[in-house]
């Protein structure tokens, strides 16, 4: 089979075709290239019996795959678009500061907790560790777990009034 008349013989009407496909003519050329490159390494594996067809199938199937790729990638770019709020919607300052010192008491509030206590309140509620995973993490048993979150958690709810002013 000789390629190169192959390649001459087709090329201007494939990225023709393909122009159609993808709506951009430089588009359609790197996936008319592509599509030579595959045809090629094909025709040094088997036997093509109808040459023209299988470009064109070939370039078919690549340029829908471009096609698919594009659809995902507008269809992603649109929903994180939309997912960002309106500028109106940033926080202000004042809630900004309101945040960081919420942040800062919660830290007060888990630094009076013994290290132990904190280690394990932090991989169950920052890491989402379960009991299980934070008991086998630390070579402890389920049960010792279940008593440091117990104790973490009646701490935190009694100081939570004391340090934590009242959100804005």
């Keep these: 089979m000789n390629v190169e008349a192959i390649y001459l013989n087709h090329q201007s009407e494939l990225q023709f075709h393909l122009a159609r496909i993808v709506d951009c003519p430089e588009i359609a050329a790197d996936i008319a290239q592509e599509s030579f490159i595959i045809f090629f390494r094909e025709a040094q594996k088997q036997t093509i019996d109808h040459p023209r067809g299988f470009l064109f199938r070939i370039a078919k199937n690549l340029a829908y795959d471009h096609i698919k790729h594009r659809k995902v990638t507008e269809n992603y770019l649109q929903a994180k678009e ?42 169950n509620r920052v890491y989402g560790m379960t009991y299980a995973e934070t008991a086998k993490e630390l070579g402890i048993s389920d049960s010792a777990v279940e008593k440091h979150m117990a104790k973490a958690l009646l701490h935190c709810r009694k100081q939570f009034k004391n340090h934590l002013p009242d959100p804005a």
Excluded: G
């Design 82 to 123: 939309q997912s960002l709020p309106p500028q109106s919607e940033f926080p202000s300052a004042e809630k900004l500061v309101s945040v960081d010192q919420r942040l800062a008491a919660i830290t007060r509030i888990l630094d009076e907790l013994p290290v132990r206590t904190r280690e394990i309140f932090v991989l």
